[in-house]
């Protein structure tokens, strides 16, 4: 069974930076692209960044291209987000999404649970 | 920069036919653009409805489907139900590995 378990999310201020991981098992971790997707209060999806099946392609939303940082360690089978300079309309929860391919085409078949993080003064 | 537009709310009487659409700013929606539609699911990761284009997800009424109409990708529900009153969003990827939701559509059953 596919399992995707975030982690890291907590209440920071503004400017504040935070690493989230996503913890994966349950499959052939190297063989999959990986995605954070998030979803702010109250508010739709967004995709954030995606990072192919060896880590060497990334992708990022435009609003985080130069903040957010995607990356994975394969020997661990963790995906992680490093966040920099977070900002309020940053506060969402994170979710790690599983893509069905290697990348960058495919669909995001399996989601985790999600993880809150909170930027707030 | 390529938006991703959706209705913001439609209705449908119980028992009836509605379509959710999903296109692009610039450009038609084809199957390249691996359309998915997702449920919303309060404190959940969304419900999967439909992968690349019309590939209906495992455990969902086949009530629910999924095309390309026009130029634009469409989420079909024949026979509404009270319980698909929801908020429904899709997703559709860009090129270049770049993905983008909708802002997404409220159904009133």
């Known amino acids: 069974e596919v399992q995707l378990l975030e982690s890291g999310g907590v209440l920071v201020q503004p400017g504040e930076s935070l690493r989230l991981s996503c913890a994966a098992s349950?499959?052939?971790?190297?063989?999959?692209?990986m995605h954070w997707v998030r979803r702010a209060p109250g508010k739709g999806l967004e995709w954030v960044s995606g990072i192919s099946n060896s880590g060497g392609a990334t992708y990022y939303a435009e609003s985080m291209k130069g903040r957010f940082t995607i990356s994975r360690d394969n020997s661990k089978t963790t995906l992680y987000l490093e966040m920099n300079n977070l900002r309020v309309d940053d506060t969402a929860v994170y979710f790690c999404?599983?893509?069905?391919?290697?990348?960058?085409?495919?669909?995001?078949?399996?989601w985790g649970q999600g993880t809150l993080v909170t930027v707030s003064s | 920069q390529t938006l991703v537009t959706q209705e913001s709310s439609l209705s449908v009487s119980p028992g009836g036919t509605v379509t959710l659409t999903c296109a692009l700013s610039s450009g038609s929606v084809s199957t390249a653009h691996y359309a998915t539609w997702y449920q919303q699911t309060p404190g959940q990761p969304p419900r999967t409805l439909v992968y690349n284009t019309n590939t209906r997800s495992s455990g969902v009424p086949d009530r629910f489907s999924g095309s390309v109409l026009g130029n634009k990708a469409a989420l079909i529900i024949t026979g509404a139900q009270a319980d698909d009153e929801s908020d429904y969003l899709c997703?559709?990827?860009?090129?270049?590995?770049?993905?983008?939701f909708g802002g997404g559509t409220e159904l009133t059953v």
């Open positions: 997703v559709l990827y860009l090129g270049s590995g770049i993905w983008k």
């Open positions: 349950g499959f052939n971790f190297i063989s999959y692209a």
């Open positions: 999404v599983r893509l069905s391919t290697g990348g960058p085409r495919g669909w995001f078949d399996s």
